[in-house]
């Protein structure tokens, strides 16, 4: 038996394995969330199946490379986007998730790319832009996700701060915004252990690809600090848009 055929069969028994300890896990621990493992899932498959298909064709050109990395932001922006709706409806929540995803990633991006940092050729855009774009949508979700849901438990200090004259995006802020930075905290603690708890992606690819440890350190370093500027200015933004949103009232916002 060849090494993937092996891995093959071993894949087909060990991921159910896997999806049913986490659904066990969700259910003994109430988390709510077994239907949306099984589901991720079988996406996951899917879709994987589906971009194993297409990268090839991505990657012949760099306008390949882009339109694929359009596809990652506009299916991180309503994802993002579903996700904050599950906790209250804003006005606007589409655009506001695609300006806070968007714009930190392709500032990130931009630097990275334009002056050399990283090679210019479809085969580092694609790849860099996934995690980019991936890491933006994640701090995205969790900070609006917390912010809403403290600004709905908090609602009655938000009021107070209204009735002594503060304007509506500071009274937000005040009772919100220093929740918004646990959403950087998966970034932070990542690159705080990288090498010692975590050896990411970047750096094992490269290295089983022949590339020395000194040069996948140095890319996983570009990787890992990349992720924590696109994370902390998808935060800011979408903290300074929120607080400026037409907010619903917060009694009817949900945990």
Not at 130 to 157: D, Q, S
Request: charged share 10%; glycine share 10%; hydrophobic share 55%.
């Amino acid at each position: 038996m060849s090494t993937d055929t092996g891995l093959g069969v071993a894949a087909f028994v060990v991921l159910p394995l896997l999806v049913a300890i986490a659904v066990g896990a969700s259910r003994l621990a109430q988390l709510r969330h077994d239907k949306g493992i099984v589901t991720a899932a079988i996406r996951a498959v899917l879709q994987l199946a589906l971009v194993g298909a297409v990268v090839g064709f991505a990657l012949q050109t760099i306008w390949g490379a882009l339109a694929f990395v359009g596809v990652m932001l506009t299916v991180a922006t309503i994802t993002s986007t579903r996700r904050l709706r599950s906790t209250a409806v804003v006005p606007r929540q589409l655009a506001y998730c695609a300006l806070a995803i968007g714009g930190s990633a392709c500032v990130v991006l931009l630097l990275l790319i334009l002056p050399g940092v990283v090679p210019r050729n479809p085969e580092t855009i694609l790849p860099m832009g996934g995690i980019i774009i991936g890491g933006a949508m994640n701090a995205t979700t969790l900070a609006g996700r917390r912010l809403l849901h403290e600004y709905g438990a908090r609602f009655g200090e938000y009021e107070a701060g209204l009735s002594i004259g503060l304007l509506p995006a500071d009274a937000f802020k005040l009772v919100a915004s220093p929740t918004a930075g646990d959403a950087l905290l998966p970034a932070l603690d990542q690159t705080r252990t990288v090498g010692l708890v975590t050896l990411p992606g970047a750096f094992v690819g490269m290295v089983l690809g022949g590339a020395s440890p000194t040069a996948a350190a140095a890319l996983q370093l570009v990787v890992l600090l990349g992720l924590i500027a696109a994370e902390a200015l998808a935060i800011l933004v979408t903290t300074e848009l929120l607080a400026r949103a037409a907010l619903p009232d917060g009694r009817t916002v949900s945990s």
